[in-house]
């Protein structure tokens, strides 16, 4: 078992920590390795690897930061090589910069994210385990999975980049260092990467240089260096903020800068802010959305007090006049296809700014967010601007779902199925509907066929608040997010002209004021509604689904997009035995009330049910079913649910469903020596390594009856998980 091969043990930090080394035989025989030294009062950590745990600990205790840390974690394992070390050292460093129990004294940006021998197959089921042992000494508290789906991960500087973001930010520091242009513009359209890059810039420029690694450079490591420090000798502690000109997006940035050493939450600022105070750098991300003095509402005062502390004329001038007049430097982050309403500075504005001597343009081309990758971003693009070939076929990736819905109960349906799945898949519409919830939250806003729904009962970071999943965002609350799965609903304000072949805008359909209010032109609105569309339409990064209320639109789309297919109805129904070809067309059905003692023991496939897979999952042997009975985990399986499960053939279960046998067990349910619950345990170390020391099996359930089940001591012999939990299949 992979746990078995991975140990971690832990001294105290201080001088005699070498006596304690003697008897650990990577220590002393100069086996690479990762450790960990933290504090728990100062809750201050910092991640390395070492192949001379002697010399880097040495050197760490007559560190100013580093020396004053209480504890050291050595985790060792006869599978590392010196490139296994590098890539745990790289993933601990984000995910427990993202996990918050810790402030990382890291600044390490060059992390390793190169392939070697074995690094999925065997390494990421090494770190899940040694990610679980961490959050049994409580170092780590969230699961992987957990913090896959935070901002804070999603948004850290501690990532790697791209080659092609790596490129742009060469140029930056290139631009920086010699001072040739004032501005520098990066656009690059949604999904690739821009925000990333923003922070990663801000945390290099901000960061102690001596703690960052370039390692993964190659062979620009020297170069970057030498830039980076002409950048600071140039700026010696430059003044500098991040501003976001969406509030609702502000307010995530600000959560994630707190919680990262080195940075504060009052970096990140929104553009009134920048009249207050000259700079040495701005970095201005979603500068598409910086404003100009149109439909502003509340916010008039403010906009008209920054232009007078600023001497510009209100009536002439936007936030780009003001973040370009404020700062040394400037660098925006730009795409004219995501300016959504008329208080958004024009194209225009940009493009004067492109034309200036002192301005560099740079650009991002690459797909960073949807796994769809270019080839989607194309179609959507050909799609909204009916530029398709009618015998174009479909677009398909085995990467990426994109299905249309004939009924918007299902999407919803289905939207929630995959919220349960992986997490932040929410819906999002166009702004064909009042929003009335706001002042009577017994109204629903949305009503279509049988379904009723409400607008985002917040503005602020609404993806993530508690009632998001039975809510619709907009565009408003959804720019400059990353999300799952997305529902796309095309309301009534955009229709399709069968005749002149082009999309249409029913403007009496659009019910945001502001969006509308100082149109010049039939054209204009057009074209701020199609970005709208445009850019919630690359928010998901697995999936996209899309229901139509227009009915001539939703026949041009049906000519594009496929169909979704209900499948459940006949996901139990049995392949005929001559049809069935095991694992390659089908997959077994077992039945637990009989599986005892012989369970996933094929002799033959009359022995056992078999059944079609829906579309999305490819059959392998690893994988089976079993209907699952009763209410104890009802909060995620429904009861009478056919799951799909993978055999457990190794690696961590702390934290995930599984399916377990055992004749200590007698489900309350199944009646049976199986259960299948949410699996914790508790560990010990002796001289032989880790030993469970209790397994306890969560219910999930609504109805509070159903209590742990914890297996100790004699219990644990005849303990086996059979299965992990992937997903529901048929309700």
Same mark, same amino acid.
């Given at each position: ?555 041009? $789309? +049906?000519?594009? /997009? *496929?169909? &979704? ?11 005929? #035995? =001559?049809?069935?070809?095991? $694992? +390659?067309?089908? /997959? *077994?059905? &077992? ?11 094929? #002799? =033959? ?8 897979? *829906? ?117």
């Amino acid at each position: 078992m992979i746990s078995s091969l991975v140990e971690i043990n832990h001294y105290d930090f201080k001088n005699n920590l070498f006596e304690s080394f003697s008897t650990n035989h990577f220590a002393k025989d100069l086996w690479p390795l990762v450790y960990i030294l933290s504090d728990n009062e100062t809750k201050t950590a910092y991640v390395g690897e070492t192949t001379d745990v002697y010399s880097r600990m040495s050197t760490h205790l007559k560190h100013n930061k580093k020396g004053k840390l209480t504890s050291v974690h050595l985790i060792t394992s006869e599978k590392f090589n010196k490139s296994a070390t590098l890539d745990i050292e790289s993933s601990l460093i984000k995910y427990m910069s993202a996990d918050n129990v810790y402030k990382l004294l890291n600044g390490n940006i060059g992390l390793a994210n190169h392939n070697y021998y074995q690094k999925k197959e065997v390494y990421w089921n090494i770190f899940n385990t040694i990610w679980n042992q961490l959050r049994s000494e409580g170092i780590v508290k969230h699961s992987i999975e957990h913090i896959d789906n935070s901002d804070l991960f999603k948004y850290s500087p501690y990532k790697s980049l791209t080659i092609e973001q790596r490129g742009s930010l060469l140029q930056i520091l290139e631009n920086l260092a010699i001072g040739k242009f004032e501005n520098i513009i990066v656009e690059g359209g949604a999904g690739t990467g821009k925000t990333i890059l923003a922070i990663f810039l801000f945390k290099m420029l901000s960061g102690d240089l001596g703690d960052f690694n370039f390692k993964e450079f190659g062979a620009e490591e020297n170069y970057f260096i030498n830039l980076i420090n002409q950048v600071k000798e140039k700026y010696n502690k430059p003044k500098m903020a991040l501003v976001i000109p969406m509030s609702s997006f502000r307010t995530t940035l600000k959560k994630v800068f707190k919680n990262i050493n080195g940075l504060r939450a009052s970096m990140v600022i929104g553009p009134a802010e920048v009249s207050k105070n000259k700079y040495d750098i701005l970095i201005v991300d979603e500068s598409h959305r910086l404003r100009r003095r149109v439909n502003l509402g509340a916010y008039f005062g403010a906009f008209d007090k920054a232009c007078k502390t600023l001497n510009l004329d209100k009536h002439n001038c936007s936030e780009l006049d003001w973040v370009t007049m404020q700062s040394d430097n400037t660098i925006l982050f730009y795409d004219e296809e995501q300016s959504i309403k008329p208080s958004d500075a024009e194209k225009k504005d940009f493009d004067s700014l492109k034309s200036n001597k002192k301005t560099s343009i740079l650009k991002l081309k690459s797909q960073f967010r949807v796994k769809g990758g270019n080839a989607y971003v194309e179609y959507i693009n050909s799609l909204l601007n009916c530029s398709m070939d009618d015998s174009r076929e479909f677009f398909h990736s085995k990467e990426y779902d994109f299905m249309l819905f004939s009924s918007l109960e299902e999407m919803v349906s289905q939207i929630k199925k995959r919220d349960i799945e992986f997490g932040l898949s929410r819906l999002i519409a166009g702004y064909s509907w009042e929003w009335k919830s706001n002042k009577d939250s017994n109204i629903f806003d949305i009503q279509i066929d049988k379904v009723q729904l409400k607008w985002n009962g917040t503005s602020n970071d609404w993806i993530n608040s508690e009632n998001s999943i039975d809510e619709v965002g907009c565009i408003h609350t959804t720019q400059g997010y990353d999300l799952n799965y997305s529902g796309i609903i095309f309301g009534n304000e955009i229709s399709y002209d069968t005749v002149n072949k082009e999309i249409v805008i029913k403007e009496e359909n659009y019910f945001d004021k502001n969006g509308k209010q100082s149109i010049k032109s039939k054209d204009e609105l057009k074209s701020f509604i199609l970005n709208i569309y445009k850019t919630i339409m690359l928010r998901g990064i697995k999936g996209t689904y899309v229901y139509v209320c227009d009915p001539h639109l939703r026949k041009y $789309f +049906e000519s594009f /997009i *496929p169909k &979704y297919e209900d499948n459940s109805e006949n996901i139990d129904i049995l392949i005929p #035995q =001559n049809e069935v070809i095991p $694992f +390659e067309n089908s /997959i *077994p059905l &077992y039945d637990l009330k009989v599986a005892a003692g012989n369970f996933g023991n094929i #002799q =033959n496939i009359e022995n056992v049910e078999w059944i079609r897979l *829906p579309d999305r999952v490819q059959p392998n042997k690893e994988l089976f079913a079993c209907e699952v009975i009763g209410e104890s985990m009802n909060k995620i399986i429904p009861n009478g649910s056919i799951c799909l499960f993978k055999k457990y053939t190794g690696g961590s279960r702390n934290g995930q469903i599984v399916l377990v046998e055992s004749t200590n067990i007698q489900d309350e349910d199944l009646g049976s020596c199986y259960t299948i619950k949410e699996y914790q345990s508790k560990k010990y170390h002796d001289e032989n390594g880790w030993k469970h020391q209790s397994i306890i099996l969560k219910p999930q359930s609504t109805d509070p009856s159903y209590s742990n089940i914890e297996l100790k001591d004699n219990q644990l012999s005849n303990f086996k998980v059979v299965g992990i939990f992937d997903r529901v299949i048929k309700r």
